[in-house]
């Protein structure tokens, strides 16, 4: 018996779920028949890794944490492991800009002390976190509101909104606990306490913690979008760029139809489609109204990324370190900046110093209403009052995201799980991308075997 299956996308979602397809394929004793559409004219996304003026920049995200597997066993799996870049110990330290400067984040619960990040009361609190008894009832929650519940509104306000900020561009809440740090919402059902889950994972890889997320982050030599390249490669012909879905059909027991934008239809038994939630609905709308509507529930948000060079010997700020996140309230407009030629070699030429900040987001969401001078102007503002940056970069690129990032609010969990009722009225038909269960590279990389595992077992019957 063999099958046919199309992924509908090619970004890293897309791209790794027919690569698993792929390497699958020799089960069907009659193969497989697999294509992967992407409407542009290139492969992998929002992951594009540019080099301009000896400046190495990422459209997207900068890397992935290497305390998942996941993506670690793909760049093995493809033979480009030797390509890693992880990030150089001096990015470790990290910083938060709170009362008109930038803090250390405290890397252990004593450095808490002598830290400046949160007033004497604030400190008091967190440290109170094990005797608070864990959440009685059931439901959605809040990131914010368990993050106050458990270490105080202090740190919540300035420690948790800065990780989210930095993370997500999201507003800490609004959005999920469960959907959006769903080991959090673990570590205190298994262990009452965050400390005290923190002190049983202690020695684990990425333990992670109120601060921030564990792990190292790592990229390639080349940029992040030698993963995606690789991945397009291993596809060959079977992926077609410039070829956009109007839309799809349910054949029922002949399978499904793909309308494509130009040219004849395509049929398949079995499909996947690899897109954010507000692209997947207008697909699926002429099909299914109702997973149509329940997909876009799922908001994302604007964002810009500005990417300025500078002379090294005109930067007094030291730049060792990671980078830093902005709470809201604290007076700049930005999200926060990663000191990028710090974290990565090669990411800046000789005497070179490469900066990376993010602003907009869910608390921010008119700010691709500006123009580029405005931004510019706001982004270079914010960097002199949090850096001391007096001097104007000599490179800049400005990258927009209309719908940059998928936001989990409250109710996701729920939404998914209409999502996947809907999905079971239309069996061949998979949803993948991080809309849904993970906005990281690691979590795309991560559901795509077993989305492939689940395709088929489909085709196999």
């Not at 979602?13 to 290139?42: I, K, M, N, Q, Y």
């Not at 300025?308 to 730049?319: D, N, T």
């Not at 949803?431 to 990281?440: A, D, H, K």
Request: glycine share 14%; hydrophobic share 40%.
């Amino acid at each position: 018996m063999g099958g046919s299956a199309v992924v509908i996308g090619a970004g890293i979602s897309g791209l790794t779920v027919a690569f698993e397809l792929l390497e699958r394929a020799e089960r069907l004793p009659d193969g497989l028949h697999l294509l992967c559409l992407e409407a542009s004219g290139r492969a992998g996304g929002n992951i594009r890794s540019d080099r301009e003026e000896g400046f190495l920049h990422e459209w997207g995200p900068t890397g992935f944490l290497d305390n998942a597997p996941a993506t670690l066993t793909l760049a093995r799996r493809l033979d480009i492991a030797e390509r890693l870049l992880p990030a150089g110990p001096q990015a470790a330290e990290r910083f938060i800009f709170r009362a008109g400067k930038l803090h250390r984040v405290p890397l252990s619960p004593l450095s808490f002390l002598s830290s400046g990040i949160l007033p004497l009361g604030g400190k008091l609190r967190l440290f109170c976190e094990p005797l608070i008894r864990r959440r009685a009832e059931t439901g959605d929650e809040s990131v914010f509101d368990f993050a106050a519940r458990r270490i105080g509104r202090p740190a919540a306000s300035t420690l948790i909104d800065a990780m989210v900020s930095g993370i997500h561009a999201g507003d800490a809440r609004r959005l999920s606990l469960e959907a959006t740090f769903p080991k959090m919402a673990r570590m205190e059902r298994e262990h009452g306490s965050l400390f005290r889950a923190m002190l049983a994972r202690r020695g684990e890889a990425g333990a992670g913690g109120p601060s921030g997320p564990g792990g190292r982050l790592t990229s390639f030599k080349g940029g992040l979008q030698e993963l995606t390249d690789t991945l397009a490669g291993a596809l060959g012909d079977r992926l077609l760029l410039d070829t956009p879905v109007s839309h799809i059909s349910d054949l029922g027991r002949r399978g499904w139809r793909i309308h494509l934008s130009q040219g004849a239809p395509l049929d398949a038994d079995a499909v996947v489609i690899a897109c954010p939630a507000w692209h997947a609905a207008d697909l699926a709308r002429p099909m299914d109204g109702d997973l149509a509507g329940t997909l876009e529930e799922i908001p994302s948000v604007p964002l810009a990324v500005a990417h300025l060079g500078y002379r090294r010997q005109a930067v007094g700020h030291p730049c060792e370190g990671f980078g830093f996140l902005v709470p809201r309230g604290e007076g700049l407009r930005i999200l926060g900046a990663l000191w990028i030629s710090t974290i990565f070699e090669g990411r800046a030429p000789d005497g070179g110093l490469l900066i990376t900040v993010m602003i907009g987001g869910a608390q921010d969401e008119g700010v691709l209403e500006l123009s580029d001078g405005e931004l510019t102007a706001i982004i270079l503002g914010d960097l002199s009052r949090a850096m001391g940056i007096a001097a104007r970069p000599y490179f800049s690129r400005l990258i927009r995201h209309a719908r940059g990032i998928p936001q989990y609010t409250l109710g996701h969990p729920e939404r998914l799980g209409r999502i996947g009722a809907h999905l079971a009225e239309h069996p061949g038909l998979w949803l993948s991308g991080n809309s849904y269960r993970g906005i990281s590279v690691n979590s795309c990389i991560e559901e795509a075997p077993g989305i492939a595992e689940e395709m088929l077992a489909f085709l196999s019957r």
